[in-house]
C-alpha cells in the first residue's frame, strides 16, 4: 500500500495543493467579508453545493458497488492475479468512501438553517 502512495507524488502535491488554496481562501474570505455578505454568499451557494454533495455521493456510491463487483469477477474467472491489483482496488475503494463520508457531512452541514438566531 506504501508503494503505491509513494508512486503518486504528483497526486498527493496536489492534493495539499488545494488544500492549501482553500484555507488561503477561506481566510481571505473572512478578512473581505462582514458576517450578513458572507450570510448572503452562504445561502446563495446552498442550493449548488446541494446538488455538489449529492452527486458525489452518487458517483461514490456506484464506484464502491463496481469495485466489490470487479472483485468478485476477478476470483471467478482467475486465481493467478497478482496483489498489486487488489492493492489498487482497495486504494480506490478507500478514495471512494472518504468521498462518500466528505459528501454526507457536506449535505448534513449545507441543510442547516443559514440565519442568527439572536432571539432564540
Sequence with gaps: MLKIFLEQKLAIL????ICLLGFGAWKLKGAMYHEAVILDLFS?????????GSAVATSSGTTLALMLTLVGLV?????????EMYQTVALVSKTSAVCLVASIILLLTLTLPVSEFDGV
Design 75 to 83: 476470483r471467478r474467472m482467475d486465481k493467478d492475479v497478482d496483489r
Design 44 to 52: 446563495t451557494l446552498q442550493s449548488s453545493g446541494l446538488c455538489l
Design 14 to 17: 496536489g492534493f495539499f495543493g
